[in-house]
């Protein structure tokens, strides 16, 4: 059975990339009847949020991507970890380091003049005499010091890293007993049967070091895929500007869960040319292997693009409880049918959509100046006393209605439908710009486009 994982460190939001390589991990797992687990690797506790983490698991459940089984808290497991640090103690696979700052502050600089790689130069390695005052000491691991760790890539490949290039016996444990990083996550995938990793390539550095405490304990190397990062469209990492916000700030901005996930699984990832793709499709057609060797661009029209499709295939009532909010509330609005078919086309977010319902519902307290100056040329005084007279004696209720009437002022009175619409336009709203007048008088009705009407008139006469 397959088993991913997800394991962010609360220390800041949930970013669109870790966004991206849960989406991942979730649909892998889900193809193959597996589990997807989510683990909150908060160890950190300096630095560690809670805050962050009730920000990680809002977004969770706003996209729907539920996580199989109760959530893991790393600071939960500390007795777990002590057990394993002393069985690499006692089986002589890792010992005790009592290099003090001030020693390792001089390694480093003496090794920086003579232009060679920083690292610590394994002297406690095979220590057997009297431990110095004062110093708590570190856990390293004993690391191999020469030969080759293959990395097993399904994305990359096989890659293979020299050890003497990169590691050192890098410390499991620090003075003060508390675990680190490379050390927790092999033996929490291990325990949790995570077999197959799906994260981002700025981890590949510290696969190796995984790897070696696998071996060291004895456990089974889970299947590694490592994903190109995002780019922005210069090819540079992604910044907040660009996109690698916060994962909730897309739902305030207006986007459906739906729409980020479909954009996101096409970030380094494709089926032929498909664009669109539903939950269940994703699940179907994904496979790690094939995701791109290289980085992905972000692109914020190709995700308008995505968003504005889902939004125009939302059903009106779901749409109502998606506006609310934005101050938007339709709920007893009887004409809500008209009003979202009409608006629902034209807008990109659910943000956009709401300010279009409410440039027509919410009575205009002024007028566009270059509106008006376009608008209001020749006698349209006259034009729109004519339409307010028609209104009056009539009851119009849909739009094709609205449209007759329309139609009789400009042939009785001889005038180019402009001379009509762009000033009523106007009246209604307040500017240019919107749908069919006639939806927009359908939704406000007789008495408010009456009122509308007049309060133009009185503006500009």
Request: glycine share 8%.
């Amino acid at each position: 059975m397959v088993v991913t994982r997800f394991a962010p460190s609360p220390t800041g939001y949930l970013h669109i990339g870790g966004l991206r390589t849960a989406l991942f991990s979730y649909l892998w797992a889900k193809k193959n009847g597996g589990k997807f687990v989510l683990r909150i690797e908060d160890t950190d506790k300096a630095r560690n949020s809670q805050e962050a983490t009730q920000a990680i698991l809002k977004a969770f459940e706003w996209l729907g991507l539920e996580a199989d089984g109760e959530i893991t808290y790393q600071s939960q497991r500390d007795e777990i970890y002590a057990k394993y640090i002393k069985q690499l103690l006692d089986e002589g696979k890792a010992y005790k380091c009592y290099m003090s700052k001030e020693e390792l502050t001089e390694l480093r600089e003496t090794q920086m003049a003579n232009k060679e790689r920083t690292m610590y130069d394994g002297r406690y390695r095979d220590f057997d005499g009297t431990p110095p005052e004062g110093v708590e000491p570190v856990i390293r691991i004993k690391a191999p010091l020469s030969g080759e760790i293959l990395v097993k890539d399904g994305v990359k490949g096989t890659i293979s890293f020299q050890a003497e290039d990169i590691l050192d016996d890098f410390v499991i444990a620090r003075g003060d007993g508390a675990p680190t990083y490379n050390f927790v996550v092999a033996i929490d995938d291990y325990l949790m049967g995570i077999n197959e990793v799906i994260r981002g390539d700025d981890h590949l550095s510290n696969t190796p070091k995984q790897i070696v405490v696998y071996e060291a304990l004895g456990f089974d190397i889970p299947a590694f895929y490592h994903v190109p990062m995002i780019h922005n469209s210069k090819g540079k990492k992604l910044s907040k500007r660009d996109g690698a916000t916060d994962v909730m700030a897309y739902k305030e901005m207006g986007y459906k869960p739906e729409a980020l996930l479909n954009f996101l699984v096409r970030l380094g990832w494709s089926h032929g040319d498909q664009e669109i793709f539903s939950m269940d499709e994703m699940i179907e057609l994904f496979n790690p292997k094939d995701i791109n060797k290289s980085a992905s661009i972000y692109n914020t029209e190709k995700l308008d693009w995505l968003n504005a499709h889902y939004i125009k295939n939302t059903p009106n009532a779901e749409l109502v409880e998606l506006l609310m909010p934005y101050d938007v509330v339709l709920t007893s609005h009887d004409k809500k049918e008209i009003l979202l078919d009409a608006l629902k086309e034209r807008a990109k977010t659910l943000k956009e959509l709401a300010l279009l319902v409410n440039e027509i519902v919410i009575t205009p307290t002024s007028y566009d100046e270059k509106a008006v100056k376009k608008a209001f040329k020749g006698d349209p005084i006259s034009v729109l006393n004519a339409f307010g007279a028609k209104l009056t004696a009539s009851e119009p209720h849909l739009p094709t209605e609205y449209h007759a009437l329309m139609e009789e002022v400009v042939n009785e009175m001889e005038i180019g439908f402009g001379k009509i619409g762009m000033p009523l336009r106007v009246a209604l709203l307040g500017k240019m710009g919107g749908p069919n007048i006639d939806v927009i008088m359908a939704v406000l009705g007789k008495e408010e486009t009456m009122l509308r009407i007049a309060n133009a008139i009185t503006t500009h006469s």
